[in-house]
């Protein structure tokens, strides 16, 4: 079972950056569309972004457009969120998603989350 295990969340006041991590326990990057979603407190989950296993395709969510970028580093494993210009309603838990095939609708491996909270 592939392990998805997200990292660098943490507090910053509007306007600033934060990147977050997502390391896989196996070649999910290469092989596996990733992504990114986020869970507001009380709210309901939102999609921000995913990018393909070849990183061919990148789709953004509407909220987060111009402002962050996803990546990946296949030698390590590991797949980024870049996010600048936070701002409150940035703030949320940030989950670390993948396909385990592409036959799949939904993404079925999820991380634990990280905590990312934008004061403003």
């Known amino acids: 079972q592939v392990q998805l295990v997200e990292s660098g969340g943490g507090s910053v006041q509007a306007g600033g950056s934060l990147r977050l991590s997502c390391a896989s326990s196996e070649r999910a990057t290469s092989t596996y569309s990733m992504g990114w979603f986020r869970q507001a407190a009380g709210g309901d989950r939102e999609f921000v972004m995913a990018m393909s296993w070849s990183g061919s395709t990148t789709l953004t969510g509407s909220s987060v457009r111009g402002r962050f970028t996803i990546s990946k580093d296949n030698d390590k494993k590991i797949m980024y969120l870049q996010m600048n210009f936070l701002k409150p309603e940035d703030t949320g838990i940030y989950y670390c998603?993948?396909?385990?095939?592409?036959?799949?609708?939904?993404?079925?491996?999820w991380g634990q989350g990280t905590q990312v909270t934008v004061s403003s």
């Open positions: 998603v993948a396909k385990s095939s592409p036959d799949l609708l939904d993404y079925d491996l």
